[in-house]
């Protein structure tokens, strides 16, 4: 018996609900960190704002479209209460300064920012087209999100250095993308699908660099440098070589993080 292009894409849905679940909860040994040495300093917020955006995009995409709509719901919903929480515990330990500018990124981008793309869409546009609005705006979000691990990929060029690009980690973002790619394609939603297609190629990418330079002679880097991982995750680099890597996440002696988050 054939199984039709619905039972397909639930089955990828479900399966990319399962991967971004656990990529989701990725961060929270950098959170157990926080909690333990009571201080935030040191660590970024951008990373869980830009994905409690992202979340709360493909929800309001997700109810705009109704149609085998779901499992887009079901993994943003749990994204948004997640990101919630590692922002609510950002902002207890966070340094004074640091705890003004995430309010006032999480005011910029979150509440200004998704509440005029709101009521512009839902005052402007109808129908399909109010779909068609959302879904371009989901589409170049994800997609700069997803170009992220260019500064990333040139840096572990450059320092012929893997540690900030664990092989593990590009595994699973790269089948995270596959998963919802395919769920995107079955349903011939391209909103959904033509991102993805993007982070599989970057995780294919990163994979093979990390072969290339898994076993190579890492060069020090003497000053501070910012990088910008995978998919929109900042991570401060005070010298390689005094760095210990742990995996998902990486916390360092120098209090610098890596981390993920998930983009459907």
């Known amino acids: 018996m054939a199984i039709n292009h619905e039972t397909w894409a639930f089955v ?10 656990m990529v989701f909860l990725a961060p929270l040994p950098t959170f157990y960190q926080i909690y333990k040495k009571k201080t935030a300093e040191g660590f970024q917020s951008l990373p869980y704002v830009v994905a409690l955006f992202s979340s709360m995009l493909w929800i309001y995409y997700a109810l705009v479209k109704k149609d085998a709509s779901l499992l887009l719901i079901t993994i943003n919903s749990f994204g948004c209460v997640i990101e919630s929480i590692y922002l609510l515990i950002f902002l207890v330990y966070a340094p004074s300064k640091t705890r003004l500018s995430t309010i006032k990124l999480l005011l910029l981008l979150n509440v200004f920012g998704f509440g005029a793309m709101l009521l512009s869409t839902l005052y402007f546009t109808t129908g399909s087209k109010r779909l068609s609005v959302i879904g371009w705006i989901c589409l170049v979000f994800n997609i700069s999100v997803f170009a992220a691990p260019l500064c990333i990929l040139k840096r572990v060029i450059q320092t012929k250095s893997v540690e900030f690009m664990p092989f593990s980690l590009s595994f699973f973002l790269t089948v995270n993308a596959v998963m919802w790619f395919f769920y ?20 294919i990418i990163q994979m093979v660099l990390y072969l290339v330079y898994r076993n190579a002679k890492p060069k020090t880097l003497e000053e501070p440098t910012k990088l910008q991982e ?7 680099v005070v010298k390689l070589g005094t760095m210990t890597p742990s995996e998902p996440n990486h916390v360092t002696k120098s209090g610098a993080v890596t981390e993920t988050a998930s983009n459907v």
């Open 230 to 236: 995978l998919n929109g995750h900042i991570v401060d």
């Open 184 to 203: 995107g394609l079955l349903l011939k939603d391209y909103y959904i699908a033509l991102p993805n297609t993007l982070g599989f190629v970057f995780g």
């Open 12 to 21: 990828f849905g479900l399966l990319g609900n399962v991967i971004s679940f």
